[in-house]
């Protein structure tokens, strides 16, 4: 049962690579009713929805993925941000931030988990947070000649940005 699982999990999530999304949904939530508890078929199906713009469909798929063990640790990380992200986009901001800030927790080198954490936090009226998390982010990770340039002042600035001196 776990080859037959393997390989159709395969083949919708080519589909859904492929452009074929609404046909890797269909696949996914057959899988769904074969396997409701596989973490990796809750995530994949998350995933198509998400694609489709079905977010609200797609929040019982990521809880589903990411409530116990199982997810690689990619897969995990992947599925926190689409919940986080998904919540944000549906305007369920606390639970929003909530998740992601778990996220970033659990995966605290994670630059896309902190800006989607820094999107919430935004949305929330965290706007303080939300600059801080962003600056913070950006002087760790561009490479633009501009920024690393000052890059001590950004990050002396995303601490207190009401520092004048």
Request: one cysteine or more; glycine letters at 8%.
């Amino acid at each position: 049962m776990t080859g037959d699982r393997d390989r159709l999990l395969a083949e919708a999530v080519r589909l859904r690579e492929d452009g074929r999304r609404e046909e890797a949904r269909q696949r996914l939530l057959a899988l769904c009713e074969q396997f409701p508890q596989d973490p990796d078929v809750a995530y994949q199906t998350a995933w198509v929805h998400d694609a489709l713009g079905l977010e609200a469909e797609a929040v019982p798929h990521y809880v589903r993925a990411v409530e116990g063990p199982g997810l690689a640790p990619d897969d995990r990380r992947g599925a926190l941000l689409g919940l986080g992200s998904t919540y944000r986009v549906l305007g369920r901001y606390p639970e929003a931030v909530v998740t992601l800030g778990d996220a970033v927790s659990e995966f605290p080198d994670d630059a896309a988990l902190k800006t989607f954490l820094a999107m919430a936090l935004y949305n929330t009226g965290r706007t303080h947070a939300a600059m801080e998390l962003l600056l913070t982010v950006l002087a760790a990770t561009s490479q633009d000649p501009g920024i690393v340039g000052y890059r001590p002042a950004i990050e002396y600035y995303a601490k207190d940005l009401d520092a004048t001196t």
